[in-house]
């Protein structure tokens, strides 16, 4: 199954695209995780990257297009995948109707308010991808998947995060007229516990976990 995640940023997309991609076995592929590792090991890429990511606004989509388009190409996406975080702008979408079928676009619907408040307590992994939250009980400064350090991510900076959220509604937020046209979409309640919401997007997509 070929499914997007859209959504604004901590809308939980990345949360939730592990937990689905673990149930159904299928690969995540987070453009935003492809660039912070581009920038990370200081590809071409990612220094074209850098100043857009660290400013809130999106990369170019000549930039984001072929990188998702050699990404799908691997051979471990033959039986689906996430994409969470791509398309972006309606451009990013036509462009993938040329090389991909999607079958479902999972909306994950949450307030603007609620999200300034995840996104300045989220703290990440940069080896093994994993996102946790500051007021998660138990919570340490260690990953508790691998044990290295989690950290504030650049961009989760509150004024950059206004950005993001402004950047969404303008660029981004088409998409959901889009997909809705295509018959695609499956809004769920993104303010919710997360095992809710889970099940809620396992049900929306005729799944089992
Ligand atoms: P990207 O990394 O994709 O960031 P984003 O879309 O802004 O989304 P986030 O990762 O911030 O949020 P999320 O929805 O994954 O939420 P999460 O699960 O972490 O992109 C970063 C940048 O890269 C962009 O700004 C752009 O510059 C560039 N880029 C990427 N893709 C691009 C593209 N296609 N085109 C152009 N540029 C692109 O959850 C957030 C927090 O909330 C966490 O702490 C989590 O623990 C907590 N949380 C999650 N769910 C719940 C819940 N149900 N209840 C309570 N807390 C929760
Ligand atoms: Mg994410």
């Given at each position: 199954m070929n499914i997007i995640f859209l959504g604004p940023?901590?809308?939980g997309k990345g949360t939730q695209a592990q937990k689905i991609c673990d149930a159904l076995h299928i690969p995540q592929i987070s453009t935003g995780d492809i660039l912070r590792r581009a920038m990370k090991e200081g590809t071409e890429t990612g220094k074209k990257a850098k100043g857009y990511i660290d400013a809130g606004q999106l990369v170019p989509d000549e930039v984001i297009i072929d990188i998702v388009k050699e990404r799908l190409?691997?051979?471990?996406c033959g039986n689906g995948y996430i994409l969470d975080?791509?398309?972006?702008t309606v451009p990013q979408a036509e462009a993938l109707d040329t090389f991909a079928t999607i079958d479902s676009v999972i909306e994950l619907d949450v307030a603007d308010e609620v999200l300034v408040n995840r996104l300045s307590g989220r703290r990440v992994c940069l080896a093994c991808g994993h996102t946790d939250h500051i007021?998660?009980?138990?919570?340490?400064?260690?990953?508790?998947?691998?044990?290295e350090p989690l950290v504030q991510r650049v961009d989760d900076k509150a004024e950059t995060v206004l950005n993001r959220l402004t950047v969404y509604h303008a660029q981004t937020a088409p998409l959901i007229g889009y997909y809705e046209n295509k018959g695609l979409l499956k809004k769920i309640d993104?303010?919710?516990?997360m095992d809710n919401i889970t099940s809620a997007i396992l049900n929306a997509l005729g799944a089992k976990a």
């Amino acid at each position: 199954m070929n499914i997007i995640f859209l959504g604004p940023p901590g809308a939980g997309k990345g949360t939730q695209a592990q937990k689905i991609c673990d149930a159904l076995h299928i690969p995540q592929i987070s453009t935003g995780d492809i660039l912070r590792r581009a920038m990370k090991e200081g590809t071409e890429t990612g220094k074209k990257a850098k100043g857009y990511i660290d400013a809130g606004q999106l990369v170019p989509d000549e930039v984001i297009i072929d990188i998702v388009k050699e990404r799908l190409a691997m051979d471990d996406c033959g039986n689906g995948y996430i994409l969470d975080g791509f398309p972006r702008t309606v451009p990013q979408a036509e462009a993938l109707d040329t090389f991909a079928t999607i079958d479902s676009v999972i909306e994950l619907d949450v307030a603007d308010e609620v999200l300034v408040n995840r996104l300045s307590g989220r703290r990440v992994c940069l080896a093994c991808g994993h996102t946790d939250h500051i007021s998660r009980d138990g919570y340490t400064e260690k990953c508790p998947k691998c044990g290295e350090p989690l950290v504030q991510r650049v961009d989760d900076k509150a004024e950059t995060v206004l950005n993001r959220l402004t950047v969404y509604h303008a660029q981004t937020a088409p998409l959901i007229g889009y997909y809705e046209n295509k018959g695609l979409l499956k809004k769920i309640d993104g303010a919710q516990g997360m095992d809710n919401i889970t099940s809620a997007i396992l049900n929306a997509l005729g799944a089992k976990a």
